[in-house]
């Protein structure tokens, strides 16, 4: 395992669940500019994780402190700002997927590097959906943008650990169908 020297990088862990997978093509979001994104689910127990993104949270914030003061006289407080870490039990009650979980949207312009478990390339992409577990490096970073800031979250590369029950409530071809070996249409 690699030592992290920037205090605003992180890599979860690895039971950080891979939600709204937009990994391998760029998705605009209100019409913006198209990124690659992910919702990383990160569950409260994982506090190894939570405490590394608080940490670098609160190093950001540090960071750009002259990019948050803006033309403003004093820089705000860190409690006002817009952060990335929410709570998933009180932003989507409904949602089990994000019961006793927090979770974090990352994204990027550039398309993150996807490795397995052995940090070979992926590049079936029916391998990477919305549902796998795997770890993400992320990176935390201030923001002042048309009146609004705070603390972002960028997506740098991932590593997908296991499958897992996939969101959305699209099901998968071989999950659907069973292979039958006596079935001879032609007879």
Known sequence: MSKVAN?????TGSQTRWSYANVWDPKSINGGTPKY?????????????????????????????????????TVP????????LRDGDQERPDDPTYANAYFINANSATA??????NCNPILDRSEV????YGRA???LYAFNSNGNRGIA??????QKISDGEPLGGK???EDDFETEDNDDFLS
């Open 77 to 84: 407080a860190l409690s006002v700002l817009k952060t990335p």
């Open 171 to 173: 099901s998968r071809a």
């Open 37 to 73: 994104s992910v919702s990383l689910i990160i569950p409260k127990s994982d506090t190894k994780t939570v405490t590394q993104i608080k940490t670098a949270i609160e190093a950001a914030y540090k960071e750009g402190e002259s990019k948050l003061k803006g033309n403003g006289k």
């Open 153 to 158: 979250c960028g997506l740098n590369n991932l």
């Open 7 to 11: 205090p605003t990088k992180v890599i």
């Open 112 to 117: 993150p590097g996807i490795v397995d478990v």
């Open 129 to 132: 959906y919305s549902g796998v």
């Open 137 to 139: 490096s992320i990176n």
